[in-house]
Nanobody
């Protein structure tokens, strides 16, 4: 079984920074794409950023130039460095692993439990 565990959320003032981490576990051989999604209260979940195993990245236009996604393939961990945070970045942030090869099997769309990010003065 594959599990994703997130950490690093919290309360930060506008203009501040936070770093989210997400570690995948479970006899994993490889993960294709990993990413971060967010869901503001009462709104739909949206892609924030994603990164392939080869390092190709994709960002939501609203975070370009402020957020940076990276990953450590050896540790099956993905990070999201968030700078210049705005109140509209407030949301629950979810980690996603899109295609995972583990224990001789392949699975799709694994999600973390979510971590709250609140940007407020």
């Amino acid at each position: 079984q594959v599990q994703l565990v997130e950490s690093g959320g919290g309360l930060v003032q506008p203009g501040g920074s936070l770093r989210l981490s997400c570690a995948a576990s479970g006899s994993i051989f490889s993960i294709n794409s990993m990413g971060w999604y967010r869901q503001p209260h009462g709104k739909q979940r949206e892609l924030v950023a994603a990164i392939t195993s080869g390092g190709v990245t994709n960002y939501n236009d609203s975070v370009k130039g402020r957020f940076t996604i990276s990953r450590d393939n050896a540790k099956n961990t993905v990070y999201l460095q968030m700078n210049s945070l705005k109140p509209e970045d407030t949301a629950v942030y979810y980690c996603n692993a899109a295609e995972v090869y583990y224990g001789g099997s392949r699975g799709y769309d694994y999600w973390g439990q979510g971590t709250q990010v609140t940007v407020s003065s």
